[in-house]
């Protein structure tokens, strides 16, 4: 497994400032994630030195080579999970590699992919999960149905696998784009991709049943989200990390409740802009630095 | 009296990342101060969006223009003090205007203008002050030095007229620079203005002589600081504003504990970069416009 000083997952503004902190101060520096949602092609006109507007696109393009620049690895690869170790590393999988860090940076923006299940809230802890190494220990030899169109769907119906063999994926109504890879897995796990939408769910006091949009009905125990890719929240979930909503904890230095993770940009919900995410990133790296000193001792 | 929304003490990143926001927003905005540390010739090469470094200088003329191109106005005046009146506005007074504003963001960066008295720390509270209208009503009628070299020291010297007659300005070993204007009103106030420099204080309880370096002493029961320019630090004590040693208490959203004051950038002394307080900026001028929306109703 490839190891790193500081693992940043997100290659948006906060994620980048952060690598431009830590691999100018010599640590190794591993920067995950590919097309962050600000690379667009519209103009940016408030951010700080850029009079004449610039587009996401190109301020992105900078910060990359600005960060490869004092040395930053930048790798274009999804990530699928992340789990601390019993020696203090970050194991981290994506969707090409392994990777075990020391540190690590939460900077992948917010998520807001919903499912669009119009009863979900009512569920929520009776049944809907957001993560399966929290909460997939209650499902043991029960029915769970995984919502999500990609990867991270697949990876996290292959870790339920470590509870009971009934699952199923259903990519609530997107177009599947699972890796041949992932597919030959799920196949080889007796893992079905269904292609249907879930629109309500029913049961008494927990979930019993989710009603597909042709009115079919599927028994359930339990629902695991997983939409789109994975986000800081779907990682602070499975670390322990406090949340408040949909964003993650973070104090000034913005450190997380678990020593070694630092969250910074969007995923933290201040005020949701480049100049923040910016000065955020340069703390998170900052602070980074200096947890990674004082393990050094 | 000029009046505008909302004023801007410090033309650095911070301040005009502040404008930026403030005058895009539509609200009349007055940037206030010149000449920022920041706008020298060395290279800065960790902030995001320039990876081929640019020089402090470069760097604020961009930021100048970006603020001037939303609106908001640059003057480069040396503000001298700022006091809240009873309607809740602010009155700032410069060395070259007075001005009224609604709303205030504190972003001169942090003065660190030492006056090298080697037991000074001894009579803090004891009769050595850092502001005038704080402490001014403690020495009615009695001796007091104000130690400074430029217009502050003359502008806190005449404030403290209407305590006491019995007030000599030292430079502290500086050359004076003070205008023409304030040297007149000085000599109509008798308040002299010496060019040495205290090195010692002596007193038994409270503050009663201060030893000047050629040895000679002056008795006095009060000594008030007022080197350089005026800083953040400064108008935080006169406005009775939080503050943790040569720092401004800052709330998560860039509010003092003034409701209608916030404060960005290296005076709230969180990480010193660039890139911190083009982020605090931002959120200090954010919360600004909320604040003045809400007053509006």
Redesign the interface.
């Known amino acids: 497994m490839d190891k790193t000083d500081i693992a940043i997952i997100g290659q948006g503004?906060a994620g980048?400032?952060a690598a431009?902190?830590t691999a100018?101060a010599g640590l190794k520096t591993t920067v995950l994630g590919c097309d962050p949602k600000v690379a667009g092609n519209y103009d940016i006109?408030?951010?700080?030195?850029?009079?004449e507007s610039?587009t996401g696109q190109e301020?992105i393009e900078?910060?990359c080579?600005?960060a490869q620049?004092f040395g930053a690895e930048l790798r274009c690869e999804k990530v699928l999970s992340v789990y601390q170790n019993a020696d203090g590393r970050f194991d981290i999988k994506t969707d090409q590699s392994e990777l075990s860090s020391r540190a690590l940076i939460l900077a992948t923006g917010v998520s807001r992919v919903r499912p669009g299940i119009k009863n979900i809230s009512e569920y929520e802890a009776k049944g809907v999960s957001y993560c399966v190494s929290c909460d997939g220990f209650f499902y043991k030899n029960k029915k769970v149905l995984v919502l999500g169109e990609g990867i991270f769907a697949a990876n996290q119906a292959l870790e339920l696998k470590n509870y009971t063999p009934h699952i199923t994926i259903c990519t609530q109504g997107k177009k599947e784009k699972i890796s041949d890879d992932y597919n030959a897995l799920l196949q080889k796990q007796n893992i079905p991709v269904l292609p249907g939408k879930v629109k309500e769910l029913s049961g008494d006091k927990f979930l019993e049943k989710a009603v597909f949009e042709d009115g079919k009905t599927m028994d359930v125990d339990g629902i695991f989200l997983a939409m789109g890719e994975a986000s800081s929240l779907d990682f602070a979930y499975s670390l322990g990390i406090t949340t408040r909503g949909i964003f993650i904890e973070a104090d000034?230095e913005q450190r997380t409740n678990i020593p070694g993770v630092f969250a910074a940009g969007d995923c933290v919900g201040?005020?949701l802009?480049i100049?923040?995410?910016?000065?955020?990133?340069?703390?998170a790296g900052?602070s980074a630095i200096s947890y990674l000193k004082e393990l050094s001792g």
Chains 1, 2 share one sequence.
């Open positions: 503004p980048l400032s431009i902190y100018r006109d408030n951010y700080f030195g850029f009079p610039i301020l900078l910060g080579k600005h620049k000034h201040r005020f802009q100049s923040v995410a910016v000065g955020e990133g340069a703390i900052h």
